[in-house]
């Protein structure tokens, strides 16, 4: 049977069921941090809320990478120490995250916002790639940044992730940059969220050329 409770308040209720629309919380769990944060100081909840409501509200997308940022620029593509020759194509944000925390890769990024997946009704149009190509258009007319520019598809190794790649690489093959991809230290399928850091690492060191 579905898990039923009995709340003593609609107020209690409410926010279970706020919390609970949260991926990986189900109602108990919901509940119980709903009751825990009944038991905590004011100041600390309204602290929490004041956190959520300005994450919603204020957060940008960098105009350069689309990558979440507090202001327009966000601070990878801002630092002028960072090798803006090399890109590298995530998914999403979180892979970002996962990268730089290898601390092998000195480039920039783009965030695609997705992978394509005609299953979940996701095209190529509802990614970043058109933004990709503008980018790279753009070092190929420069030929100082066109010496030793590279493009790295860290995607996953799936399907999707690969019809993603093959995609792209499509889109960019014709501007004379280097195309690679992660070596596949990954297992088949993996996400880059959930690889140790070793393992990611040594698939950015070891990157190979992307073959279509």
Same mark, same amino acid.
């Given at each position: 049977? @579905?898990?039923?409770?009995?709340?003593p308040?609609?107020?209690?209720?409410?926010?279970?069921?706020?919390?609970?629309?949260? @991926?990986?919380?189900?109602?108990?769990?919901?509940?119980?941090?709903?009751l825990?944060?009944?038991?905590q100081?004011?100041?600390?909840?309204?602290?929490?809320t004041?956190?959520i409501?300005?994450?919603?509200?204020?957060?940008?997308?960098?105009?350069t990478c689309?990558?979440i940022?507090?202001? @327009?620029t966000?601070?990878?593509?801002?630092?002028?120490?960072r090798?803006?020759?090399t890109?590298c194509?995530?998914?999403?944000?979180?892979?970002?995250?996962?990268?730089?925390?290898?601390?092998?890769f000195?480039?920039?990024?783009h965030?695609?916002?997705?992978?394509?997946?005609?299953?979940?009704?996701?095209? @190529?149009?509802?990614?970043?790639?058109?933004?990709?190509?503008?980018?790279?258009?753009?070092?190929?007319?420069?030929?100082?940044?066109?010496?030793?520019?590279?493009?790295?598809?860290?995607?996953?190794?799936?399907?999707?992730?690969?019809?993603?790649?093959?995609?792209?690489?499509?889109?960019i093959?014709?501007?004379?940059?280097?195309?690679?991809?992660?070596?596949?230290?990954?297992?088949?399928g993996?996400?880059?969220?959930?690889?140790?850091?070793?393992?990611?690492?040594?698939?950015?060191?070891?990157?190979?050329?992307?073959?279509?």
């Open positions: 049977m @579905p898990y039923k409770e009995t709340y308040s609609k107020l209690l209720e409410e926010a279970t069921d706020a919390i609970s629309t949260l @991926p990986g919380i189900g109602r108990r769990s919901a509940l119980r941090l709903a825990h944060l009944l038991k100081p004011q100041e600390n909840v309204a602290h929490l004041k956190s409501d300005n994450l919603r509200n204020n957060v940008q997308y960098c105009s689309m990558m940022s507090d202001g @327009p966000c601070s990878i593509c801002s630092d002028r120490s090798d803006h020759k890109i194509v995530v998914e999403s944000v979180r892979d970002v995250m996962s990268i730089e925390n290898t601390g092998q000195h480039g920039v990024y965030v695609l916002g997705g992978i394509i997946s005609p299953i979940n009704g996701i095209g @190529p149009s509802d990614l970043t790639i058109k933004e990709l190509k503008q980018r790279i258009e753009a070092i190929s007319k420069d030929p100082q940044m066109l010496n030793g520019a590279e493009v790295i598809l860290a995607l996953s190794g799936d399907v999707e992730g690969e019809t993603t790649s093959f995609y792209i690489y499509r889109q093959s014709s501007y004379g940059i280097r195309i690679s991809t992660l070596a596949r230290g990954l297992g088949f993996d996400d880059l969220e959930y690889a140790d850091e070793l393992t990611l690492g040594r698939s950015i060191t070891n990157r190979q050329l992307f073959q279509p």
